[in-house]
């Protein structure tokens, strides 16, 4: 079997961690493990913090943009501060294209500082759906129309919602990591389209073997796989990547 | 050969399944068989739940499909599990405490384990992971330790491996050897394989999806990106339950 076998295009994974995770010891954090991992068909990693995310952001962050800096394959992901009323320079990070940002909690984001520089330049934030609502995403995403909102950590508990989210929204988007709905690709392709679809793995945490087992047998057009698998993120991060 | 311990019949989550549409999905991830259980007997408990799976479902495609009984503990779960059985298209049991609001210490189970351990029948059973959940609480570890104290020929399958609490639950049963682990989850964490065959061994690490909720793609991408060795997979995608089985 398979786990992935599109021989002519390299994935995109949205959703890593570099770093360890409480009670786990599982760290991404040297060149030869992220080579092994980019060896399983993938061109680039977006990676997080997960001192960022647990501990402290800026020196979290300031270690993610260090170490992904001389290494082109490796996208940063900035984690938004806990403290939302922790403002530091992004410019500090201005060598590197930053268009990814990821919020820890959702529902006190609005009129966020951060969001007007991220609407600025058109950027991303992924939102751990466990952490917001159906009213709290719907809001932001209208209220930020040129930010995307990419929502991780879905899973078929929340799918009724998420489903509205993405049909009634267009800068609403998946990734897939948490998804794990039986021919869940295939369903979210015939009801929202794939151009909402984004691939990701939350590798370490995850296998990355069982969303890409998943993508590779996907019953869904080859056109549809490549937008999941790389089309869509190149696109809203504004172009060709490679 | 690929051996799914744990898939249903039924819908979910406002899906239209079948048989036809299962076979699809196994074909698309090579299993060759699955141990099926009747959602309709787990959720609603109905008379005809196992007699309309062995209809629908195992009868039409006997090669694909094995029959666990799902019998509703508080309406003669012994008599239900024999006529099973002597159908000729079950090997195995599944209950569901929590759904059946039974908790696996309850004797209701009695005359159900007495015949799996006579017969040596797989008996599966649901386990929850969150202590103040309901799944939880109704299949304590503690149960499943008592029962397969009890039931020594017992082949006692924890479905789901204790979810989250898959650690406590893989160190408590290392010296049981009655006990085997069923994988099915849907979270692929890597580590979970990994320790449970560090811990009890290959030998009783069992393949699960739960299809059609979940998609097999989360169980065997788990066994095949685990760095186990090629025997230790094979063994948990499907020899050890043929093994089971005797087949």
Known sequence: MDIFNQEDFKL???????????????????????????????????????????????????????????????????????????????????????????????????????????????????????????????????????????????????????????????????????????????YLCKNIGPEKILLGSNYPVYTPESVLLKFNEADISYKSKRMIGRGNIERLLGGNLL | MIVDAHIHSGDFLGRKWNAEKLIKVMDKYKIDKAFISSEEAIVYGNDDANKNLKENYIKPYEKRFIGYCVPNPYNSPGHEVEKCIESGYFQGIKLHPW????????????????????????????????????????????????????????????????????????????????????????????????????????????????????DPAVSIGLVLGSSLSTEDKEKILGANLMRILEY
């Not at chain 1, 951060?114 to 759906?129: D, F, K, M, R």
Request: glycine fraction near 4%; charged fraction near 20%.
């Open chain 1, 12 to 186: 995109i994974d949205l959703n890593c961690y570099y770093g360890c995770w409480p009670d786990r010891t599982m760290p991404l954090t040297e060149t030869k493990k992220i080579n092994d991992y980019l060896e399983k068909g993938f061109s680039h990693i977006c990676l997080a913090s997960t001192r960022a995310l647990f501990l402290n952001s800026y020196s979290g962050n300031n270690e993610i943009y260090s170490f992904t800096s001389d290494n082109s394959n490796l996208l940063p992901v900035v984690v938004m501060p806990h403290n939302l009323e922790e403002i530091y320079d992004l410019k500090l990070f201005k060598d590197k294209w930053l268009k990814i940002f990821r919020t820890v909690s959702i529902n006190n984001l609005v009129g966020h500082k951060w969001l007007s520089y991220i609407a600025e330049i058109e950027g991303n934030v992924i939102v751990p759906y466990s952490m917001g609502s159906y009213n709290s995403v719907s809001s932001l995403a209208k209220q930020h129309k040129k930010i995307s909102f990419v929502l991780t950590s879905v899973n078929y508990p929340q799918l009724p919602e998420v489903l509205a989210l993405l049909a009634n929204l267009e800068n609403v988007y998946i990734e897939i990591s948490c998804f794990q709905l039986c021919n869940g690709i295939e």
């Open chain 2, 99 to 214: 759904y059946h609001k039974c908790p696996l210490s309850s004797s209701n189970y009695d005359s159900v384990f007495e015949i799996a351990n006579q017969r040596s029948l797989p008996v599966l059973v649901h386990s929850g992971g969150t202590l103040n959940m309901p799944d939880f609480q109704y299949a304590l570890p503690e149960m499943f330790l008592n029962v397969a104290e009890r039931y020594k020929d017992l082949v006692l399958i924890i479905g789901h491996m204790g979810l989250e609490r898959w650690r406590e639950v893989t160190e408590l049963v290392i010296d049981y050897d009655n006990i085997f682990l069923d994988i099915t989850m849907s979270m692929p964490e890597k580590a979970r394989v990994e320790f449970a065959v560090e811990k009890v061994g290959a030998e009783r690490v069992l393949l699960g999806t739960d299809m059609p909720l979940i």
